[in-house]
């Protein structure tokens, strides 16, 4: 892809927690260029969630450039990769008592060829900021959110709602997993910037806190900044954000 991309990611374990089960990983593949950002969020207790969460992103990034020299469409790439997780989550869940009913969220993010590609399962979120707004380009995947779809509550409802942490989807969740692949590609402009994050930071900061703080910062500021302020109100889960930013990065003067 012809874009510079600036990226930055940070995962912390939080103030409440003893154990990060989130799980984050990046690459920028040689051969095609392509960049590749998962971010996830185990389900099932602290050692079975970050074996979840751990499986999931790296089966996930395999899998998609194994896939490279076949003739499969960028789309059956995502959904395989996914479903392949999905499929090992399963299996080591079967082998291993003490992990059973284990799962995980992902979200994931590819810029390939000047666009960009978004597939999720669950509540891990991704954002695009593009001409001063922030907009939301992932659907939670929760019991809340469907009961907002379907008229039951407001939107000041579903973000307190106790079920709003309940996952109707998620890897590990089902044999089968129906992953939500964006279909229609967004083609990337200069500053367009994308954040990738589990919900240990959008249950403590809204949309327009997210966009305040990362518009006007260099990507590794704004990641620092996110996690300190998610701490800073209580740290209840484990925080982990991801931003990539289209072209040069922000340079702050003193």
Not at 43 to 52: N, R, S, Y
Not at 128 to 137: H, T
Not at 215 to 244: E, K, S
Request: glycine letters at 6%; one cysteine or more; charged letters at 25%.
């Amino acid at each position: 892809m012809r874009y510079q991309v600036s990226i930055a990611h940070r995962t912390d374990t939080g103030r409440e927690r003893q154990e990060n089960q989130d799980a984050i990983v990046y690459i920028c593949d040689e051969r095609s260029g392509d960049h590749l950002l998962i971010v996830a969020d185990g389900l099932g207790g602290t050692a079975c969630g970050q074996i979840a969460s751990q499986l999931a992103v790296q089966t996930i990034r395999q899998s998609f450039f194994n896939q490279y020299e076949s003739n499969l469409t960028i789309y059956e790439r995502l959904n395989n990769s996914i479903s392949e997780a999905n499929s090992l989550i399963l299996q080591r869940a079967t082998r291993d008592r003490h992990c059973r009913g284990m799962g995980s969220t992902c979200a994931v993010l590819l810029l390939a060829d000047e666009v960009a590609h978004i597939a999720h399962a669950g509540d891990s979120r991704i954002y695009l900021i593009r001409n001063g707004r922030i907009k939301q380009l992932t659907r939670d995947h929760t019991r809340a959110q469907r009961m907002l779809d379907d008229g039951l509550i407001t939107e000041e409802e579903a973000e307190v709602h106790p079920d709003r942490d309940w996952l109707d989807r998620a890897l590990g969740l089902r044999d089968e997993i129906n992953p939500e692949i964006r279909t229609d590609p967004i083609h990337l402009l200069e500053k367009d910037t994308f954040v990738a994050c589990t919900d240990g930071l959008t249950n403590l900061m809204r949309d327009e806190e997210i966009f305040s703080i990362v518009q006007n910062a260099p990507v590794a500021h704004a990641c620092d900044a996110l996690i300190a302020l998610a701490n800073q109100r209580g740290g209840h889960d484990n925080i982990t954000v991801a931003i990539a930013r289209i072209g040069a990065d922000i340079t702050l003067t003193f």
